[in-house]
T-cell receptor, first 114, second 110 residues
């Protein structure tokens, strides 16, 4: 069964450092998403990406965040200067089409900012 | 934003059916109803979706009220593996990203 793969599974970084979270979406999918989940809280939408540009973003997704599809397979989330409150699980997801019928989520990257 | 209301938690005995309710009284005609679940320490997982008619798949059934203001996810025989947080989500015309609420935490008792 196809799956979304995220690396690393756990990342520890110092406050103020840049971090890049990586995702390999399902190969024939065209829409890509990042979500985050702070421990004990709900899953929050960050950004959606299609045709090499951001199609929607939430108010959480401020200037310290950026996304990129640097090649045909990877989809990355960069946090420029991490803060303690960025500590969370970050989930990547992909879907086949614009009408979101079924989105596939990765297992997540646990980011810990110290 | 189209909003949903779900009970915070529910409990079920193993091998019994479970009916998870969701109210979405402000739903509009083109909003899709999605159900996802999140098992402990995992990413969300698609369960089922529908627009107007009831739907069945290998995981569950989705019963949609005639006025579409509520829906029910039905797990026909709960297993311990079904213990998870279940999210009922509306997407506007199916064209908006999934926005998760707090969901219903389902506990399954052996």
């Amino acid at each position: 069964e196809p799956e979304v793969t995220q690396t690393p599974s756990h990342q520890v970084t110092q406050m103020g450092q840049e971090v890049i979270l990586r995702c390999v979406p399902i190969s024939n999918h065209l829409y890509f998403y990042w979500y985050r989940q702070i421990l004990g809280q709900k899953v929050e939408f960050l950004v959606s990406f299609y045709n090499n540009e951001i199609s929607e973003k939430s108010e959480i997704f401020d200037d310290q965040f950026s996304v990129e599809r640097p090649d045909g397979s990877n989809f990355t989330l960069k946090i420029r200067s991490t803060k303690l409150e960025d500590s969370a699980m970050y989930f990547c997801a992909s879907s086949e089409g614009r009408v979101v019928t079924e989105a596939f989520f990765g297992q997540g990257t646990r980011l810990t900012v110290v | 934003d189209a909003k949903t209301t779900q009970p915070n938690s529910m409990e079920s005995n193993e091998e019994e059916p479970v009916h998870l309710p969701c109210n979405h009284s402000t739903i509009s005609g083109t909003d899709y109803i999605h159900w996802y679940r999140q098992l402990p320490s995992q990413g969300p997982e698609y369960v089922i979706h529908g627009l107007t008619s009831n739907v069945n798949n290998r995981m569950a059934s989705l019963a949609i009220a005639e006025d579409r203001k509520s829906s029910t996810l039905i797990l026909h025989r709960a297993t311990l593996r079904d213990a998870a947080v279940y999210y009922c989500i509306l997407s506007i015309s199916g064209n908006t990203p999934l926005v998760f609420g707090k969901g219903t935490r389902l506990s399954v008792i052996a």
